[in-house]
């Protein structure tokens, strides 16, 4: 059994400067009708270059409204950032005026979505899509655009790329479809991707195909890459780190052996319990209780005490630190270290 | 596509037969004396009636005469002559008169309906619960409200009598500014749907996907609405305003009545009032063709539009 001292985080617990991106203490909320919804409550995480970070999270755990925050698509209203920073190489996106952020968008960050189909533009060939980038953004001509788009699709591995060129968005299969979506996204050469859900439409076989090319291209063209995904599968064998979102908080935070070896959080600890395996056939599922928060009445405390199995009434009260575990691992657990050692054994 | 057309050409003659079948029947089914009605309150000699008899073949009775009356007169209608009205006049000459009145105005207020209607609209769908929004939401529920019989003669009577910036009546040979204050009223109606459509599809598009994908792409604003909603949100758009502008060419008989223009809607309510059946069959036989070939137009002009429709 592994001892290390267990001790609060200070406010910021990566050294200043050194991070590609960096996102500090953000918070963000959705002001409907209803009333207020507290999406992001406090997150912070990082990404250096050339590294892949995954963020695990169910539906409604704020990590693919993050996401937008950073790239700066968030529908301002109903959604409101509330305080924090999201900084690119030392300079505070938030805090840029619109024009700034646009240029930063698709250039130095890009995005992929969940949903190509949906996302693409279903009017417009795909070759006339992914050369929009290239004459609006980089000033080519038509035809310089035109012979890009298919080098970008060559790239991404769509069969007979000069020919799909004039082909609409539904013309393709789903992964084809997230292929062009992919060579949109690198029209520019961006530094950092953000692949929000990229196989979740897709078939079980495809979607291994769609995460080796994300990983051969990240390493291939030197990007960093946050994979924003609820499949702790996908995540295993793409990812450096894991941050896992619940309820608009990073609540661990690891690296991915560490992580799968020992988790450190029980919300973690259930995902990882819930995933079917074959040396237990037979028995039944194992499940996390309950159901997710309502964003408007978030739980006292821990967020997760109503579900959580190794709950007391500190956790009701008081709201956990992330307590720093070693090896750059995080959890906002006050049992973390029990946790830890229950999964360990 | 070609099959798709042909299919439909197909289709269009069956329809067409079938219209013309039940509005011939229709008017002269109703009708009890033909030749008294031909003759309005004048007496008939017996030798005017058996020479009338023998030209309109009212000699065959029954479904069999009906028949061989309508084959008659579609025998005609394929040769291209639409017969006689009571009148004495040939049909096709009163079209060929009318028509041009009827497109003028059709086009008149198509354009009002596109240059407004479609221009708010869209303006009306970003600024989306602005006042701008509100107020034309109440300005298009109250055109779509009152009915065109009580907005024309309002028109008239304001525009036209009271403050005479507009003709009042239109004439015979009415020239283009006779032909605004109509035009007006009746695109008024195409304009508050064009409005209300549009604002729809735009406020639905600017939430759809691939919007946000526009925006992670780093394009401006000015370019994501102006192409790439703009382009899927006036699809609904252009095929209502093809429709439209179909029926707008098939004669509006309420606006052309009111304001005394001598249109395809003019004479064809002529024709009604004095029982002059060759008249209304005759114009109703080429309003449907009209109509069915402008359906035809904006199925394909649909499939031209979203790449997603194929028609096999």
Known sequence: MTHSVVQPTPASPTPEGGHLLEVRDLHVEFRTGEGVAKVINGVSYHLDAGETLAVLGESGSGKSVTAQAIMGILDTPPAVIRSGEIRYRGRDLLSQSEEERRQVRGKEIAMIFQDALSALNPTFPVGWQIGETLRQRAGMSRGDARRRAVELMDLVKIPAAAKRLGDYPHQFSGGMRQRVMIAMALAMDPKVLIADEPTTALDVTVQAQIMDLLADLRRDLDMAMILITHDLGVVAGVADRIAVMYAGRIVEHADVRSLYRAPAHPYTKGLLESIPRMDQRGQKLSTIRGLPPNLMRIPSGCPFHPRCPYAQQVCVDVVPHDLVLGDGRTSACHFAQEVRDDSAR | ?312
């Open chain 2, 1 to 312: 596509m070609f099959r798709f057309i042909l299919r439909r050409l197909l289709q269009m003659v069956l329809a067409f037969f079938g219209t013309t079948l039940i509005v011939y029947a229709l008017m002269f089914a109703g009708q009890g004396d033909p030749i008294q009605a031909l003759a309005g309150e004048r007496p008939v000699t017996e030798a005017q009636r058996a020479y009338l008899t023998e030209k309109f073949h009212l000699d065959q009775t029954g479904v069999g005469g009906f028949f061989y009356r309508y084959f008659d007169y579609i025998k005609n209608l394929v040769q291209g002559d639409l017969g006689e009205s009571l009148t004495g006049r040939q049909i096709g000459d009163i079209l060929a008169a009318a028509w041009p009145v009827t497109v003028k105005l059709a086009l008149i207020a198509m354009t009002v309906a596109v240059l407004f209607g479609v221009t708010a609209g869209v303006l009306a769908g970003i600024r989306r619960a602005s006042i701008f929004d509100n107020s034309t939401l109440v300005l298009t529920l109250l055109v779509l409200g009152i009915p065109t019989i009580v907005l024309a003669p309002l028109a008239q009577y304001f525009l036209g009598v009271r403050w005479q910036v507009f003709p009042p009546t239109a004439g015979s040979d009415p020239d283009f500014y006779a032909l605004l204050l109509p035009g007006i009223v009746l695109g008024s109606l195409s304009l508050a749907t064009a409005l209300r459509l549009t604002r729809t599809s735009v406020a639905e598009n600017l939430r759809a996907d691939y919007v946000r994908t526009a925006r992670s792409k780093g394009l401006v604003k000015r370019r994501i609405v102006g192409v790439h909603v703009l382009r899927n949100s006036l699809i609904p758009v252009v095929t209502f305003l093809g429709v439209e502008l179909g029926n707008l060419m098939s004669g509006a008989i309420i606006t052309e009545g009111v304001f005394n223009i001598p249109g395809v809607g003019f004479n064809l309510f002529r024709g009604i009032r004095t029982e002059d059946g060759p008249l209304v069959v005759g114009i109703v036989s080429v309003l449907v063709v009209v109509y069915l070939v402008s359906n035809l137009v904006v199925d394909v002009l649909y499939a031209v539009l979203d790449p997603r429709i194929r028609y096999e």
